[in-house]
């Protein structure tokens, strides 16, 4: 038994036309147009002229989920005549939590062993903000040990 969760959000689709020998990046937004958004890793869906896109630096695009950017590797080259489509989910919060538990079990005659495992934290690094200002925390396995950057 194996169970991961992550970060919610919020569906989004976008439709645009590339421009002229530019890779990327492509700048994703939210549903109110506003630009810097989180993007929930791997819930995007990239078309190009109509053709599904694979996700990977060595495949058709890459993306940068933290910084919502969308960019083509050079196999897919963009022109202004194509057409992107995009659907993604935009991180309802910049703060950052992972849950994950596993589990399983042995028998052997008469003698059964299981066990589970759940663990609950803050991801390693993240961003939030604090009165407009922006700070990077990189997380320690202690609180004093955190440090912090702006």
Known sequence: MATLAGVKGVFVSRQFQGTEAVQGPYILSDDEGRTGVAIVAGSEVVWLDGVRMARGETADYAMDYDRGQLTFSA?????????????????????????????????????????QLYREADARCFLFKVSGILFLAVVARHERHARFFH
Do not use: M, P
């Not at 080259?77 to 194509?82: C, E, Y």
């Not at 057409?83 to 993604?88: E, H, L, S, V, W």
């Not at 994950?100 to 003698?111: A, D, E």
């Open 75 to 115: 196999r897919r080259l963009i022109s202004s005549a194509s057409r992107i489509a995009i659907d993604y989910q935009v991180a309802l919060t910049e703060y950052r939590r992972n849950v994950s538990s596993f589990g399983g079990g042995w028998t052997r005659s008469k003698v059964q062993a299981w066990g």
